[in-house]
């Protein structure tokens, strides 16, 4: 009899509601506080940095920390999903420490992943500000993180992703066309018989965009493209290796020129590969789109961390840490400021925490194109992305 197949390596979401999705010294510090017959009323923050520093990350994430409180007895504000930050906190907690102890866990890894993410899409949207920019980056990333990032990707500006089921989870449509192995399935020297298949097998609504880098040069092939598919090739997608591209700019000037020369400025020329920011800033002036794959997917998470910062109503904090409960602002300068809640804010500032949960009911709806709209805003605001190398 043959054994089982294994199982996948994946906390599932049960684990995570329940508070099992933890670090056993939570656990641990469960045990000791309700052995010592104590559950003082804290306030907790979240935060990266304590001062704000001018060095701005993009907020995200939001949705799966209020989805992590939501049934729980405390009460949790936050700033909007894709507002940029560089101090100060993004989160906090009130109630009694017992009731979301387990959670700290779960909730900084929600708001890290996404927020690194998040932030480097944004950092290619602002290098190609009016290219089509698609996140091709799942395949990098656990299977079970894979909505987390293409989310993350849309609320960074992205146009568009690749991976189908996070597109299920998301409500959004997966875009892609075809691959190498397409090609590679009809050998060598078939590239249009592969191409012709393609057309004929897929529906009227999906763009003809012709990989065109598999066995030949990139101008063989988008010419090879063009006269096998005519007037219903809607671009071509170049892919080429970072062992064989030389200088990638003269490469699509090239395929750029054929096209002309031919009439065809309505076919697309899009780029992927082990692309980031400075690529996209050489690039933008002569493709119109470009596929973004490890620079977002395994960006480096966001260094959160949550503090205790206040006790019993009495401001404390450990040492490194600024105690008391805080406020964020943003003034109409695109500065980012911090000051202690009740006082005075700077004046013009706006603050930035909402409500997000309110007696374990989540009281904020989640729009990703609002967050979009609003990282691009801010981004312009404070000058985040701006041009350089």
Known sequence: MDAPAPDFDVVPPAAVREGRATDAYFARTEETLRHADRNPNVVAEVTADQFPDGEFELLAGVKDAAALFSGLDVDVDALPEGTLFDGGPVLRVEGRYLEFARMETSLLGFLSHASGAATAALECRRAAPDANVLSFGARHVHPSVAAMVERSALVGGFDGFSHVAA????????????????????????????????????????????????????????????????????????????????????????????????????????????????????????????????????????????????????????????????????????????????R??????????????????????????????????EAEATGFGADSE
Not at 274 to 299: E, H, I, K, Q, T
Not at 361 to 374: L, N, T
């Open 167 to 342: 597109g299920e989870v998301i409500g959004r449509e997966a875009s892609g066309t075809m691959p190498h192995a397409l090609i590679i399935c009809f050998g060598p020297g078939e590239q249009e018989a592969a191409w012709r298949a393609f057309d004929e097998a897929v529906p009227a609504d999906t763009p003809r965009i012709a990989l065109c880098d598999t066995y030949t040069d990139e101008k063989d092939e988008t010419i090879r493209a063009v006269e096998e598919l005519g007037d219903r090739l809607s671009g071509v997608r170049l892919d080429t290796t970072g062992s064989r591209r030389g200088d990638f700019r003269h490469i699509v000037r090239e395929v750029r020129w054929e096209l002309d020369a031919r009439g065809l400025d309505g076919v697309d020329v899009f780029l992927s590969g082990g692309l980031g920011p400075g690529d996209l800033r050489r690039l933008r002036d002569v493709a119109d789109g470009f596929g973004v794959g490890g620079y977002v997917s395994n960006a480096d998470p966001v260094d959160f961390a949550l503090d205790i910062v206040e006790l019993d109503g009495e401001p404390t904090s450990k040492r490194g840490k600024l105690s008391g409960v805080k406020e964020a602002y943003r003034t109409a300068d695109g500065g980012h400021h911090v000051g202690l809640r009740g």
């Open 344 to 377: 005075e804010g700077p004046e013009d500032g706006e603050p930035l925490l909402e409500p997000l949960v309110r007696d374990g009911e989540v009281v904020r709806e989640f729009s990703i194109d609002e967050a979009a709209e609003r990282a691009l805003a």
